[in-house]
């Protein structure tokens, strides 16, 4: 039998938004967006399992269903990949009265910073992402997690799988990423990352000093991984396009980009999400 769990939250909640963008992002046998209800595999320390969430109507929580150990660790970690502890009236005195970004507030309020599950695995998504569409992304998620990930059989047909250890795909050969349709190049970058992540946190350097990580990578993973509300990847081609500020060269519209989030700050990564949302074609890595 599962555990659960409520977790509460400060309406209005955007949990439509939250499953908009985590669903084409679902890693498949890892996460699926299923209706309204989100469904994942985890680990949690030694162990693993698989959670369900789901919202309630007209009350201000979801409810957490865990099966596996550790629920306790699982609820406070859905609350950070869910962004729960946000104070929507603290974003809409930031954000509402911006001529750019305060009308996309007003159409979708209640907007919340997607985290990550598991930095590990966010890290992979965002470079296997760089410079692709997240359509391609997603397939080359899905391949290593084919390849290289592990058998799971949880409650769900659609869950079947878990995301690869960073120590255990640190000692993948280059090769064998590649094979899995990538360059040698991303490959190399995937194998640095598996590498950087098998350390201890105190033992790591920074993550923009690893080959093929760059500032749009590192703010990304910073964004997710670490909930950094600020974070803004000012290099990102959506944020500009949203904005209105292509045909700038990269090194140019990126400093412009940069220049017009400083009036969003400290809350600028709820600015990216809504212009994310914005765009027609819903492109963004």
């Given at each position: 039998?599962?555990?659960?769990?409520t977790?509460?939250?400060?309406?209005?909640?955007?949990?439509?938004g939250?499953?908009?963008f985590?669903?084409?992002?679902?890693?498949?046998?890892?996460?699926?967006?299923?209706?309204?209800?989100?469904?994942?595999?985890?680990r949690?320390?030694?162990?693993?399992?698989?959670?369900?969430?789901?919202?309630?109507?007209?009350?201000?929580?979801?409810?957490?269903?865990?099966?596996?150990?550790?629920?306790?660790?699982?609820r406070?970690?859905?609350?950070?990949?869910?962004?729960?502890?946000?104070?929507?009236?603290?974003?809409?005195?930031?954000?509402?009265?911006?001529?750019?970004v305060?009308?996309?507030l007003?159409?979708?309020?209640?907007?919340?910073?997607?985290?990550?599950?598991?930095?590990?695995?966010?890290?992979?998504r965002?470079?296997?992402?760089?410079?692709?569409?997240?359509?391609?992304?997603?397939?080359?998620?899905?391949?290593?997690?084919?390849?290289?990930?592990?058998?799971?059989?949880?409650?769900?047909?659609?869950?079947?799988?878990?995301?690869?250890?960073?120590?255990?795909?640190?000692?993948?050969?280059?090769?064998?990423?590649?094979?899995?349709?990538?360059?040698?190049?991303?490959?190399?970058?995937?194998?640095?990352?598996?590498?950087?992540?098998?350390?201890?946190?105190?033992?790591?350097?920074?993550?923009?000093?690893?080959?093929?990580?760059?500032?749009?990578?590192?703010?990304?993973?910073?964004?997710?991984?670490?909930?950094?509300?600020?974070?803004?990847?000012?290099?990102?081609?959506?944020?500009?396009k949203?904005?209105?500020?292509?045909?700038?060269?990269?090194?140019?519209?990126?400093?412009?980009a940069?220049?017009?989030s400083?009036?969003?700050?400290?809350?600028?990564?709820?600015?990216?999400?809504?212009?994310?949302?914005?765009?027609?074609?819903?492109?963004?890595?």
């Amino acid at each position: 039998m599962p555990s659960v769990e409520t977790l509460p939250f400060l309406p209005p909640f955007d949990w439509k938004g939250l499953l908009r963008f985590f669903g084409p992002r679902a890693i498949p046998g890892v996460e699926a967006i299923e209706g309204d209800v989100l469904r994942r595999s985890f680990r949690s320390g030694a162990g693993w399992g698989c959670l369900e969430i789901r919202p309630v109507a007209g009350e201000p929580y979801l409810e957490l269903e865990v099966w596996g150990d550790g629920i306790g660790a699982i609820r406070d970690l859905a609350a950070r990949v869910l962004d729960l502890d946000a104070r929507p009236a603290e974003v809409k005195a930031r954000l509402g009265g911006d001529p750019t970004v305060g009308p996309l507030l007003e159409r979708w309020p209640g907007v919340r910073l997607p985290g990550a599950w598991d930095g590990f695995e966010m890290g992979v998504r965002a470079i296997l992402g760089q410079q692709v569409s997240v359509k391609a992304a997603h397939t080359l998620a899905g391949r290593i997690v084919a390849q290289f990930g592990h058998p799971y059989s949880s409650p769900f047909p659609s869950v079947t799988m878990l995301f690869p250890l960073a120590e255990e795909l640190a000692q993948v050969a280059i090769e064998d990423l590649a094979a899995v349709g990538i360059t040698r190049k991303r490959a190399e970058t995937l194998h640095h990352f598996a590498e950087w992540s098998s350390l201890q946190a105190e033992n790591r350097g920074p993550l923009i000093e690893l080959p093929g990580i760059g500032p749009w990578t590192e703010s990304y993973f910073r964004m997710r991984g670490s909930s950094d509300r600020n974070a803004f990847p000012a290099g990102d081609l959506g944020i500009q396009k949203a904005l209105g500020i292509e045909g700038l060269g990269p090194i140019k519209a990126a400093r412009e980009a940069e220049k017009l989030s400083a009036q969003w700050a400290p809350l600028r990564a709820y600015a990216v999400f809504l212009l994310w949302r914005s765009l027609s074609q819903g492109e963004e890595s």
